[in-house]
């Protein structure tokens, strides 16, 4: 069975830094872009960054853009979320998303979040 598992959330301080995690099985990672989702209370989940299945290119919601980074390592099928000067409008529950292929037939899977906090 596919798997994606976040890990590396918690509660920050403002102006603090996470580094998310989100670990890949049972599916051809090299061969999907990934995903960082996020879904506050109350809002829609909104995409948050995005990372072609080589790693180069990416892109980034306006409100993460000059603080946060994906990256992945295809070799340990794994994609990172750094996080860096985190205010509390970050705070939200992150999932990590897979993707193949583009409307119909497209396959996608999703991992089941990991709570982000920011808080003093």
């Known amino acids: 069975q596919v798997q994606l598992v976040e890990s590396g959330g918690g509660l920050v301080q403002p102006g603090g830094s996470l580094r998310l995690s989100c670990a890949a099985s049972?599916?051809?990672?090299?061969?999907?872009?990934m995903s960082w989702y996020r879904q506050a209370p109350g809002k829609e989940r909104e995409l948050v960054a995005v990372?072609?299945?080589?790693?180069?290119?990416?892109r980034y919601a306006d409100s993460v853009k000059g603080r946060f980074t994906i990256s992945r390592d295809n070799a340990k099928n794994t994609v990172y979320l750094q996080m860096n000067s985190l205010n509390p409008e970050d705070t939200a529950v992150y999932y990590c998303?897979?993707?193949?292929?583009?409307?119909?037939?497209?396959?996608?899977?999703w991992g089941q979040g990991t709570q982000v906090t920011v808080s003093s």
């Open positions: 998303n897979a993707l193949r292929g583009v409307g119909v037939g497209s396959i996608d899977y």
């Open positions: 049972r599916f051809t990672f090299s061969s999907y872009t």
């Open positions: 990372i072609s299945s080589s790693g180069g290119s990416t």
